[in-house]
Structure formats: structure tokens, C-alpha cells
């Protein structure tokens, strides 16, 4: 994907190092009202690129074509999503996916999650956005959160978007 969107040596290191990642480990619990919850409401990702080992129990889902369509589980098999910090800087080229969790009646589910994050402070330069820093990124989500109780996303950083 560097090589794709011609991203110098320097740049993918700022992108995407090896050091700015978290690994999450999730257990989501039964729930015989499956269809009144959600395990985890529809998001996107801050990451750069997200890797999900999920079990054989099933519940991812991602928005696709206006619909939501189930991840199955493939055994030995890893999902990649690509997350807002990837769209900002594919020029929207690549989008971030939108996705969710459903709750499963008879079983619990394990899913070993990692993020990779750019460095905090690396410059994201991109035609579609203003400049930001990760780090200012990180601090805007978490404050409309706070504000409005939804993340707003890259929609705030958007040249010619004044919402
Ligand atoms: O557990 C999963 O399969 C996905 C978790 C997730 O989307 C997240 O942590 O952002
Ligand atoms: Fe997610």
C-alpha cells in the first residue's frame, strides 16, 4: 500500500511504526438479548490499518454497498481494515470501514485485536484534509465524544467542511 500510494521511506515510517501500535484482547459475552444490543456499535477505526484474529463464533460485521455484511470466520485466516488515519492519507483512495460487532445467544467471543497508529506527532498531509497531527486527531475525537457522545471522525478535518 506505501508502494501504491508512493510514500517515501521516511513517511511510511511516520505512517505506520512499528512502535505506535496496541493490541487488544476482547471477550464479548453471551447475551440471550442478542438482537436488543450491539457487542460493540458501528465505528470506524483511528488506526492506520487494524488486524483482527477472530474466532469461530462470528459477529463482525462491515457496511458495504449501503448494507452490512457478516465477516465469516475462516480458520488461520486475519482480517485487515483500514482505518481513518489510512484514508486521510490515500486521499480517500482507501476507506476507512465501518463496522460493528453483534452480539452472539449461545456463545462468548475472543477476538485479539492490534492498531497501528502513526506517530503521534508525524504531519498527515493530505489534498483531501487540513494538515493534523495524530495526536490532534486522537484529542478531537475524544473531546466530541465527550460533547456529543459520537465520534465525528475525519469528517472534522476536512478542507471545505465547516460542521
Ligand atoms: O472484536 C472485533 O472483531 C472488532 C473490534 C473492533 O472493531 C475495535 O476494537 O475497534
Ligand atoms: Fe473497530
Redesign the pocket.
Known sequence: MAADLKLDAGLSASYLNEHDGTF?I?R?PKCARADDYF??EA?T?SSVL?I?N?DDVG??QVLRGGGWSCVEPIADTL?V?LGDIMQAISDDQYKSVE???RVNRSKE?I?L?Y?GFPMEDGVISSSRYREFTYREFKEQVQEDIKLSGAKVGLRRFRVNDES
Open positions: 487488544r476482547y464479548y457487542a460493540m465505528h477505526d487494524s483482527v477472530q459477529g463482525l482480517i481494515n463496522h460493528r460487532v467471543r477476538s485485536c492498531f
